[in-house]
């Protein structure tokens, strides 16, 4: 093992970025030991989110040394793995954060040093316009340098490959072993970049040709001109207005309420501690922002957008604030009554989700007669399982996560905020000429196929060996568990565990002889189970996991049933049990938000 000193000497020797070594310099002169070792020891993993941390000085973090040492394994990867690649060049986007726009200028000179060519998006783009413009433009691979919705300390590396769908395995693993074998800087400077004959500027003609596309998804332009529905959007501080407003014209709406204090780019999130729609307080503007204009609906997308979410104005004045299941659900519905009016086959239709978002599309499917597949979780993996549905000759104009993330159509295999926002206005416009709103309408959906109800949540756990100790003893839960024979809780909260998929050793209970998942392992813990009583029609599925850039034990709980009491109840029961039963959050010193 290399000595802490070792590793400083290494980063001083190789980084070129003043404001960077003076960090280093200044933690080693001060002895701040811990501090260098946090920042030292570990390098920054890349994995099938690419890279994503904070932005300092040191091999953890995100900084000039390890972007450009990241854009010289990539490259090489790339041209050794992807044919033409030199030709076919690499898109390359950024947004608004702090070092966003260096990096980018970064990665495209390492590319543009290597002889590839280079379509750098001029400006902010929304990640949505990298991979779709590496799908139009035939690109061998796509970086788009954003943290989403992290916390204004953060930045991140995505990468998208040929497919124009976020990297998985192998790629990953690949790209990561080629970065460690290209770590001597080669380029520091970014001054030329522009001035290269190899950098092609298609900013304005990929950015055209999206808002074309999206006319495919708006079967309803006309009409829309006319909804007396009033519109609040917030884009969290990110890029998101001008491609809303542009949306918003090419579905045919007049404009929307932006939310003024958070419309325009700013790096500091100055009103949001998470810049995340999800996250309780972040849709407070913008619900004021449309109680001041008698707003129906606010929408909003996360600082790339990428993500969106929604709110609606009850009849009593109150609003409610959908969770990305509900909206999936709704999506769903929209797609699957466009899809029958086609008069297209309805067993060549597929929708997708992951395997923690809810089971009601599943449910949908069964009654309907469409194809439902499911996949881990992240668009990586519901982009690939699309574009393998649609080798396999299905239709699949939809899919989602429950973590707001949906996708539409076949251009953008990835999620999609911004024409997520423009499909649902579009919808409950729509609903709203028959006298109904998203709200009723998913209380229709409920009685048709059945009411599902969700309870996401997460305990906070920094210890490695503590969350190991938790899922060993899942694993071992009555003491008679083996390695190869795991012991597992058989009852939750009154309830029977009926089955048991665990994707991190890779043992699913409905699958014997050899009990091998049909899903991919997971790189971290993950078990899924499902418990029911039938007597009382209620079931109930439950995925807990560890998460792959935060310090959490996540957990997802759905249930269902006949009633929506009974189901809420069930519910709060099965998370009290799994807090203080399964995972002893007290014993072994958990968190909670």
Not at 280 to 294: I, N, Q
């Amino acid at each position: 093992m290399a000595s802490l000193d070792d590793l400083v000497q290494e980063w001083l020797r190789l980084d070129r970025n003043e404001e960077t070594r003076a960090e280093i310099e200044a933690l080693r002169a001060s002895g701040k030991v811990a501090e260098l070792e946090r920042r030292m020891r570990k390098r920054i993993e890349f994995g099938t989110a690419g890279l994503r941390g904070k932005m300092e000085a040191g091999w953890s973090r995100m900084n000039d040394l390890i972007i450009i040492q990241a854009s010289q394994g990539l490259c090489v990867y790339v041209l050794k793995n992807v044919s033409n690649a030199a030709s076919r060049g690499v898109v390359i986007g950024h947004d608004h954060r702090y070092h966003s726009d260096r990096w980018a200028n970064l990665t495209a000179a390492v590319f543009i040093a290597n002889n590839v060519k280079v379509y750098l998006h001029r400006g902010l783009v929304h990640t949505p316009l990298v991979p779709f413009s590496v799908k139009k433009l035939n690109a061998a691979c796509g970086v788009m340098i954003t943290a989403s919705h992290n916390p204004k300390d953060d930045n991140g590396y995505k990468v998208y490959w040929e497919n124009a769908v976020q990297i998985i395995e192998p790629h990953d693993k690949g790209i990561s072993d080629s970065i460690k074998a290209n770590l001597e800087p080669k380029i520091w400077g970014t001054t030329s970049v522009w001035s290269s004959s190899l950098c092609v500027d298609q900013t304005s003609s990929m950015q055209e040709a999206y808002f074309v596309q999206l006319t495919s998804l708006c079967p309803h332009r006309s009409l829309n001109a006319e909804s007396p529905l009033k519109f609040v959007n917030t884009s969290m501080h990110g890029v998101s207005h001008p491609f809303m407003v542009r949306a918003f014209d090419v579905f045919g709406f007049p404009p929307f309420t932006a939310v003024e204090e958070q419309r325009n780019p700013d790096p500091e999130f100055p009103t949001v501690k998470f810049p995340n729609p999800e996250e309780k307080g972040a849709l407070d503007l913008a619900l004021s922002t449309a109680e001041r204009v008698s707003a129906h609906y606010v929408l909003a997308q996360d600082p790339d957008a990428d993500r969106f979410s929604a709110a609606e104005r009850r009849p009593d004045g109150e609003w409610i604030t959908f969770t990305g299941d509900q909206l999936g659900t709704l999506f769903a519905s929209a797609v699957l009554d466009q899809y029958k009016a086609s008069g297209k086959p309805i067993d060549k239709l597929a929708m997708i989700a992951s395997t923690v978002s809810s089971k009601m599309i599943e449910a949908m499917a069964t009654a309907e007669g469409f194809k439902f597949a499911e996949c881990l979780t992240g668009f990586k993996y519901i982009g690939n399982t699309a574009l393998v549905l649609e080798q396999q000759g299905y239709v699949v104009p939809f899919g989602y996560e429950e973590a707001i993330g949906f996708m539409f159509g076949s251009e953008i295999r990835d999620k999609d905020g911004v024409t997520a926002s423009v499909v649902f206005a579009e919808f409950v416009a729509a609903l709203h000429r028959q006298g109904k709103t998203a709200s009723s309408h998913l209380q229709e959906l409920y009685k048709k196929y059945g009411y599902f109800q969700t309870s996401n949540g997460y305990f906070i756990c920094a210890e490695p060996e503590t969350i190991s100790k938790i899922f060993a003893r899942i694993r071992n839960y009555d003491g008679t568990g083996s390695p190869t024979k795991p012991s597992y809780p058989r009852a939750i909260a009154g309830l029977t565990v009926v089955s048991v998929r665990d994707l991190t050793i890779g043992y699913d209970s409905t699958k014997p002889p050899t009990y091998k998942p049909d899903l991919p392992l997971s790189s971290g813990q993950m078990i899924q189970f499902q418990a029911e009583s039938p007597a009382d029609g209620l079931k109930i599925t439950l995925t807990i996991r560890t998460s792959g850039t935060e310090p959490k034990i996540k957990y997802y709980l759905e249930g269902s049933g006949r009633d929506a009491e009974q189901v809420a109840r069930l519910l709060s029961k099965v998370v009290a049990e799994l807090a203080d039963g399964w995972l002893q959050a007290n014993e072994n010193g958990l968190g909670r938000p």
